[in-house]
């Protein structure tokens, strides 16, 4: 994954309705901003308009972003995307998005989105307890064609 020194900013996809996703949009506008970034919901009626075709993309499993140079990046490349824009994170995100941590951070981003609701419950919602005893009765993932489902 190449991410270039220099960036005018970045479009983030996103599924509103997800704890887990609201809480990284929440963590990421809090950070030194190496660059320019837009988080826009899928679900937002102007999501559409802003980027014609988003749909196809399938933003609904998972995360979708645009650069100001017009690259396209989904999964786990977008969440590091996403940490690249953080001032302090950069060298974290190049690091993540090289040839020995990508396959890492493609591998977490399949298992997590498809416990994604599950989890956003159970962190955003619970208690230490609560979220112990969940995890715990929580199956393996499932991967095929690239998206994981539970067993």
């Known amino acids: 994954?190449?991410?270039?020194?220099?960036?005018?900013?970045?479009?983030?996809?996103?599924?509103?309705?997800?704890?887990?996703?609201?809480?990284?949009?929440?963590?990421?506008?809090?950070?030194?901003?190496?660059?320019?970034i837009e988080f826009i919901p899928?679900?937002?009626a102007h999501a559409e308009r802003v980027f014609p075709g988003l749909g196809t993309l399938d933003p609904a499993r998972e995360m979708?972003?645009?650069?100001?140079?017009?690259?396209?990046?989904?999964g786990a490349e977008a969440w590091v995307w996403c940490?690249?824009?953080?001032a302090n994170y950069q060298t974290a995100a190049r690091r993540l998005g090289g040839p020995?941590?990508?396959p890492v951070a493609i591998h977490a981003c399949r298992v997590l989105p498809a416990?994604?609701?599950?989890?956003?419950?159970?962190?955003?919602?619970?208690?230490?307890?609560?979220?112990?005893?969940?995890?715990?009765?929580?199956?393996?993932a499932e991967c095929e064609d690239g998206f994981c489902v539970m067993k």
């Open 42 to 44: 899928y679900q937002a």
């Open 100 to 102: 020995g941590l990508l």
């Open 115 to 140: 416990n994604r609701h599950a989890l956003s419950k159970v962190f955003f919602r619970s208690k230490d307890r609560k979220v112990r005893e969940e995890l715990h009765r929580m199956g393996t």
């Open 64 to 74: 979708v972003v645009r650069t100001s140079e017009g690259g396209i990046f989904r």
């Open 83 to 86: 940490l690249y824009s953080c």
């Open 1 to 36: 994954m190449n991410l270039p020194k220099q960036i005018k900013g970045i479009e983030v996809f996103y599924d509103g309705r997800c704890g887990m996703c609201c809480s990284f949009h929440e963590w990421i506008n809090r950070q030194p901003r190496a660059f320019g």
